[in-house]
């Protein structure tokens, strides 16, 4: 099946600095590709969509200036956690829908983010 | 507008009891109901999904029906094995695409 890696898997920082994750199809072109926050017990909450080419599109509640999403190509698109505090430490997966296939998400296997 | 509400856990069962993991829905129109699977230090996994009224997806085993009277979409497996511990989520398509997730009911099956 489709392959989606997220890198790194786990990252630590310093409040106030900025950590960038990102998410990858291996074997597929993914036409958009989604990010969500999962805090301990609790379920997955859709943060953005973003397709490639264009702007994400935020869920209301989410700060656009502080979570930044970049979709560059139909590989990749990378989170950008800017001006980190601990709250924000949390587990970020992506996942990715490809071309004639959208109904099916393919999900990474996340990223630990701990803010100091 | 859209939510998932799935049935809390943990769950833990015998090797070759019966499951059943609840799950209902909130959502404007008919949407796509899935279950996904989360094995231990991997990535959501699509189990199976329905995307109509009286759809039964079914895989490993596992199935769930699509009931718009009572807005469910119940996971049952006759026989559960301990490979089938792991958290279960159940969630539904919007109109943009974008899933909405239930918490997640983690299953551990014991020998």
């Known amino acids: 099946g489709a392959v989606v890696s997220q890198h790194p898997s786990w990252v630590i920082c310093k409040s106030g600095t900025s950590v960038k994750i990102e998410c990858r199809s291996l074997?597929?072109?993914?036409?958009?590709m989604f990010w969500y926050r999962q805090f301990p017990k609790q379920s997955l909450m859709l943060m953005a969509t973003?397709?490639?080419?264009?702007?994400?599109?935020?869920e209301q509640g989410v700060e656009k200036d502080k979570f930044l999403i970049n979709h560059a190509s139909l590989t990749l698109s990378t989170l950008t956690v800017t001006s980190a505090h601990p709250e924000d430490s949390s587990f970020y997966i992506c996942?990715?829908?490809?071309?004639?296939?959208?109904?099916?998400?393919?999900f990474g296997p996340g990223t630990r983010l701990t803010v100091l | 507008g859209n939510s998932v509400t799935q049935m809390e856990g943990p769950v833990t069962l015998s090797e070759e009891a019966f499951l059943t993991i609840n799950c209902t829905y909130t959502?404007?129109?008919?949407?796509?109901l899935f279950w996904y699977v989360q094995y231990p230090g991997e990535g959501l996994q699509l189990l199976l999904k329905?995307?109509?009224?009286?759809d039964k997806g079914s895989n490993k085993g596992f199935e769930a029906t699509y009931r718009k009277e009572t807005t469910s979409f119940h996971l049952e497996k006759g026989s559960v094995q301990v490979s089938d511990s792991a958290v279960y989520f159940c969630?539904?398509?919007?109109?943009?695409?974008?899933?909405?997730f239930g918490t997640g009911t983690s299953l551990t099956v014991i020998p």
């Open positions: 973003s397709n490639e080419g264009s702007k994400a599109t935020y």
């Open positions: 959502a404007t129109g008919y949407p796509s």
């Open positions: 996942s990715a829908t490809g071309q004639g296939a959208t109904d099916t998400q393919y």
């Open positions: 074997d597929f072109q993914a036409t958009t």
């Open positions: 969630a539904l398509r919007g109109s943009r695409n974008q899933f909405y």
């Open positions: 329905a995307t109509k009224a009286d």
